[in-house]
Structure formats: structure tokens, C-alpha cells
């Protein structure tokens, strides 16, 4: 019994096996995506994509993340393309003006590269067919123009959180098929007024930001830190302010408020019989 004790001990502390590597690894998985159209590089210690992954032709998904990446090559030229996860890996936003010519691309993720704003070009232009797009984990200090342009009418889930955004623009109205935005993990102080044309707006997060309020006595010079439009003109039923300097004294205090908890509450009680949506917390403050 005592060995028995020892195997088991040692079978949970015993490390993970990694995922399995080298040239001959990855030329079986991609023989193997030449049938499946899909493929995964992950962890795989690349400073650089294989040649051979452009000759996938008809490639739908590809996942290169937790690699050394810092180009993407002839990427370009997988026109069939779908899904892209490029995340953790060391891409600066030069490097992703190949991605304009997929022009099949639905879902993008580029977590915790090293994306900034580039000083002296503007940042690539995106797919106008993405319908997930994830930024997360970067270095931006202001979401390019690129991302709000009117052509990414198609844009459903858009994350940015983590990076150094001080201000969301104005052009984010420009997102009209938008219902999920995070912006956790940043340093915005307040929302535009066209946050609250963006009618399909379904999720939207901001923990731990720097929104506060020091008086609920709004006005021209004292404005509501998030428009009534918010509230009123969206689809919003789940609002995260966790983090922020904020209480859901203040929050009850907010122009619209009221239309956005009526909405919820109907949404979030019809899904109760189901299991679903049971949190009832008011936005994550106390």
C-alpha cells in the first residue's frame, strides 16, 4: 500500500509531458494537414514558419502559438486561411501586413506579441472578413483606426484587453455587427458617447481600469463616466466593472442604468430554468 502511496505521489508531481517536437514531427503533422486542412504548431521553439506549411494550399486553421515568431513569412499565400492563433510568440505590428490578403480569415487572435503603435507607418490594415479578433496582451496605447475602420462591419468579439489604452475613439461605432468588447486590464477613463451606437452590444468589460466618479451630480464638465446611450440604445446585458474606482452606489446613480438592469434581469431570469447566466451581481462592484 505504501508503494502504491509513493506511485501516486509521484504520478502527480511528475511534470507534464511537452509537446513533442523536432523536423520530423512537424513534416507528420503536416502530411497529416494536407487531408484535414488544419494545423498545429504550438510550442514547437520556431524562430520561423516551414517553408513547407505554405504548401498547404487549402489550410482553413492554423494555430503557430507559443513559439519565437517575429515574421510570418509567405502566409500570405494560404488564400483559404480561417483561423489564425498567432499568440505568444514575438510579432511587432509591421509584421502583419501579409494578413490583409487572407481575405477568407474569420478569426484572429495575436495575444501577447509585441504590438505597439507604430510611430512613423500606419498599422497594417486587417481582413474585413474577421469576425473574432484578439489583441490582448500588447502593447497599444490607442486602438489603431485600422481596427475601427467602416470596412470591419463584420467584426462580432473584439478583445483588447491588457495593453495601455487610455481612450476608446469614436470611430468604434463604426463596429455595427460588434456584441462582445473587452477592454479589461487598461487605463480608460470614461467612454465615448458612440459606444452606445454600437445596437448589438451584448458584453462589454472593463475591470480594472481608472473609471471613477466624484460626484453623480452630472454634467457638461462633470459627464457620466459611461453614456446613458450605453445602457439605453444596446443590447447590454452583461457589464464587468471589477477593479474600477467605483460602487454600485454610483452606479445606480447613472443616467440609463435602470433601462439596462430591466433588460437584464428579463434575459438573465428566461435563461435561469436553463442553468444559464445565474450571476446577478451588480457589474462586479460592491
Known sequence: MFCQFLKTIGNATSPQPKNKTGKKVIAQKI??????????????????????????????TLDLSKNKLT?????SQLK?????????????????????????????????NRLENPSNRPFPVLPNTI????????????????M????MK?????????????????????LVSLTELNLDNNVIVSLPNEVGQLQKLKTLSLRNNYIQVKSTNFSSTNPQPIPASVFESTL???????????????????????????????????????????????????
Not at 32 to 54: C, M, R
Not at 131 to 146: A, D, E, F, T, W
Not at 154 to 167: I, P, R, T, V
Not at 247 to 266: A, D, M, P, Y
Open 154 to 174: 463584420l467584426l462580432e468579439k473584439l478583445d483588447l484587453s491588457f495593453n495601455n489604452l487610455a481612450a476608446v475613439p469614436a470611430e468604434i461605432c463604426n
Open 80 to 112: 483559404e486561411l480561417k483561423s489564425f492563433n498567432c499568440d505568444e510568440n514575438a510579432l511587432t505590428s509591421h509584421e502583419l501586413t501579409p494578413l490583409s490578403n487572407l481575405t477568407k480569415l474569420q478569426s484572429l487572435s495575436l495575444g501577447r
Open 71 to 75: 515574421k510570418l513569412g509567405k502566409i
Open 31 to 60: 502530411e497529416i494537414a494536407h487531408k484535414t486542412n488544419v494545423l498545429s504548431l504550438t510550442e514547437h521553439g520556431l524562430e520561423e514558419i516551414p517553408d513547407q506549411v505554405f504548401h498547404c494550399k487549402s489550410l482553413r
Open 131 to 146: 469576425k473574432i479578433l484578439k489583441i490582448h496582451g500588447n502593447s497599444l496605447s490607442s486602438i489603431p483606426k485600422q
Open 148 to 151: 475601427c475602420d467602416q470596412s
Open 236 to 286: 447590454l446585458i452583461d457589464l464587468n466593472l471589477h477593479g474600477n474606482n467605483l460602487s454600485s452606489t454610483h452606479l445606480n446613480e447613472f443616467e440609463g442604468f435602470n433601462v439596462f438592469l430591466e433588460r437584464r434581469k428579463k434575459v438573465k431570469s428566461k435563461n435561469l430554468y436553463g442553468g444559464a447566466l445565474t450571476d446577478m451581481s451588480l457589474c462586479g462592484l460592491t
